[in-house]
């Protein structure tokens, strides 16, 4: 298995990451029902967030922990959600890639999720 060493990875990734994400029985109506997300809209920006944790380029503006507070307004983010997104990220990961990047990858969304989660709850 090879590294993440682009754009186009991270959009892979991303792609297989939201496949099995939006079908997913505990965190999959947050994409579906809640955000109602538009995977080709919203990919981009997906793209650019992870683009500028991984390689320090791209220009993601958002703030990903306002976004997620509003959808814990709608529906209530629990442990078991967090707990979920982190692992299936992981395995999706795991599953794709092998490298120093594809490490940092999963050690920043571990980061990310523990800070959303103590900030939200």
Not at 35 to 52: G, R, S
Not at 99 to 112: F, H, P, V
């Amino acid at each position: 298995m090879k590294d993440i060493t682009s754009r186009k990875d991270i959009e892979f990734l991303m792609r297989s990451f939201y496949s099995d994400a939006f079908s997913n029985p505990i965190i999959g109506d947050f994409f579906t029902k809640i955000a109602k997300i538009n995977l080709e809209e919203h990919l981009p920006h997906i793209i650019d967030f992870w683009e500028q944790q991984l390689f320090r380029k791209g220009n993601y503006q958002k703030n990903v922990l306002k976004i997620h507070e509003n959808l814990s307004h709608q529906k209530g983010l629990e442990n078991i959600h967090f707990e979920t997104w982190l692992s299936l990220f992981n395995t999706t990961v795991d599953q794709n890639f092998k490298g120093q990047k594809a490490d940092l990858i999963k050690t920043r969304a571990l980061s990310i999720a523990t800070v959303m989660r103590i900030k939200i709850n």
